[in-house]
């Protein structure tokens, strides 16, 4: 009877195991063909757009060069992100995440952020309504927190209706440093929100629609915003929109 039991325990180890070996084949090989399908698209784009720039005449002037010059500077920004998460998800699943601390005006970050996200919103006809509350200058890893934006603010422009708008809000709420980000589009299931924060998740409406991502984003978000002992939260309505919230510990480093 021992021995029947040992042979039970022994075979249900080997089936949890080769589930557990099919899980990970899966996950590989949908990271490759979400990493494949969205890195093609920007590349695609840069060939083109360096066929158009081949062709311009001295004749068709500075406007035309700088619209093309936008159109590669875009999907270049669009690939940097890609690998940027790539990278981070990695890191982070290695547990080596080191911040580099130092005094950050979060003001001048999210302006910065904007501004460096406005081509890829024009080109989606989508504009930006920031509101800035007064909030002094803190510690953070800027480069890390400017993935944070960079990454909430390309989602929000991605799932906003052409013509749309995406309002982004900084202040603070006691001592913590507030900031959220509100598109008006597509949203998300009550059901699907919490697993976006998890790697390679993605809404079922985004893969319906054919809306290019990794699912890396928010996770990456997750990380980053954790690693600051800060905190991110996501309420969505469908048929409404999304509002994503960070809130970060933010001592007064002005005094």
């Not at 981070?88 to 979060?106: H, I, T």
């Not at 953070?140 to 906003?160: H, I, Q, Y």
């Not at 290019?212 to 996501?234: N, P």
Request: glycine content about 8%; charged content about 30%; aromatic content about 4%.
């Amino acid at each position: 009877m021992k021995g029947q039991r040992l042979l039970l325990v022994a075979a249900r180890d080997i089936t949890e195991r080769k589930h557990l070996e099919e899980r990970i084949r899966q996950v590989r090989t949908d990271l490759l063909f979400a990493v494949s399908h969205d890195l093609k698209s920007p590349l695609q784009s840069l060939h083109q757009t360096q066929e158009m720039l081949n062709e311009l005449t001295p004749g068709e002037g500075l406007a035309r060069f700088q619209e093309y010059s936008e159109i590669w500077r875009r999907n270049l920004q669009r690939l940097e992100r890609m690998i940027n998460n790539l990278v981070d998800s990695q890191r982070a699943e290695e547990g080596r995440f080191p911040l580099l601390l130092a005094p950050c005006d979060a003001a001048q970050l999210v302006q910065r952020a904007v501004e460096d996200s406005q081509g890829y919103a024009l080109a989606s006809a989508v504009s930006f309504d920031l509101k800035l509350q007064p909030v002094p200058e803190g510690a953070a890893d800027e480069e890390a927190l400017g993935r944070v934006m960079e990454n909430l603010l390309t989602n929000a422009v991605k799932f906003s209706p052409k013509g749309g708008k995406v309002e982004i809000r900084l202040g603070m709420e006691g001592d913590a440093l507030l900031l959220e980000v509100e598109d008006h589009g597509l949203g998300i299931p009550a059901n699907e929100q919490a697993q976006l924060f998890q790697p390679f998740q993605r809404g079922r409406s985004a893969e319906q629609r054919k809306i290019h991502g990794t699912g890396l984003g928010l996770y990456v978000c997750r990380r980053i915003v954790e690693e600051h002992g800060g905190a991110i939260s996501l309420a969505s309505e469908e048929g409404k929109g999304t509002i994503v919230t960070v809130r970060l510990p933010w001592e007064d480093r002005s005094k």
